[in-house]
């Protein structure tokens, strides 16, 4: 009854409010990938790292992103998480452990740290980076080849298959990376 509060406005107003439910809690990519350049500098300054890469959808490039996923390989993971929950724009820690860490940054986004033995990088790159789907798959490809795949490694019957980097784990599979 609000002159102009038509049906037109009202039902624009309304796929606003669908649309921020849908992916309030959602940041841009380019806003979400400064965060997480950010976080990998200070990650790769810890003595002992000795690789480290942003994971999930923003290395998927996906549009929006709910949250920073961090991995590392480092000698010392203690000195990392220690490192990265006292980063400075941490307000909350969410979880402080041996191999994941979780915090709250400024600005609401939520990053996750997990730290692996070198030996695991390229698996767990490879896991905490492809979607739910992408990994069924993955794992079910390995399976039907009489393997086991996981975030850590890629075995055989006898032994574990060593991959260095994520082409090496596609190359196993019999796949193009």
């Given at each position: 009854?609000?002159?102009?509060?038509g049906e037109?406005?009202?039902?624009?107003?309304?796929?606003?409010?669908?649309?921020?439910?849908?992916?309030?809690?959602?940041f841009l990519?380019?806003?979400?990938?400064?965060?997480?350049?950010?976080?990998?500098?200070?990650?790769?300054?810890?003595?002992?790292?000795?690789?480290?890469?942003?994971?999930?959808?923003?290395?998927?490039?996906?549009?929006?992103?709910?949250?920073?996923?961090v991995l590392?390989?480092?000698?010392?993971?203690?000195?990392?998480?220690?490192?990265?929950?006292?980063?400075?724009?941490?307000?909350?820690?969410?979880?402080?452990?041996?191999?994941?860490?979780?915090?709250?940054?400024?600005?609401?986004?939520?990053?996750?740290?997990?730290?692996?033995?070198?030996?695991?990088?390229?698996?767990?790159?490879?896991?905490?980076?492809?979607?739910?789907?992408?990994?069924?798959?993955?794992?079910?490809?390995?399976?039907?080849?009489?393997?086991?795949?996981?975030?850590?490694?890629?075995?055989?019957?006898?032994?574990?298959?060593?991959?260095?980097?994520?082409?090496?784990?596609?190359?196993?599979?019999?796949?193009?990376?």
């Open positions: 009854s609000l002159k102009g509060f037109k406005t009202q039902a624009k107003i309304l796929e606003g409010i669908a649309f921020l439910d849908k992916v309030g809690h959602r990519i380019d806003a979400a990938e400064r965060v997480g350049v950010q976080l990998l500098e200070l990650v790769r300054g810890v003595s002992g790292v000795q690789r480290s890469e942003l994971c999930g959808s923003l290395r998927r490039r996906k549009e929006t992103v709910a949250d920073l996923d590392v390989s480092a000698r010392n993971p203690a000195a990392v998480m220690t490192a990265f929950v006292k980063a400075p724009d941490v307000i909350q820690v969410l979880v402080h452990g041996d191999t994941k860490s979780s915090v709250i940054l400024q600005g609401g986004i939520q990053a996750d740290l997990r730290v692996v033995a070198d030996e695991s990088f390229a698996f767990a790159l490879h896991y905490f980076t492809g979607s739910k789907e992408h990994n069924i798959a993955m794992r079910q490809r390995a399976i039907d080849q009489g393997l086991r795949l996981n975030e850590y490694a890629l075995e055989g019957s006898k032994k574990k298959l060593k991959a260095h980097t994520e082409e090496d784990l596609f190359a196993h599979l019999g796949l193009e990376y």
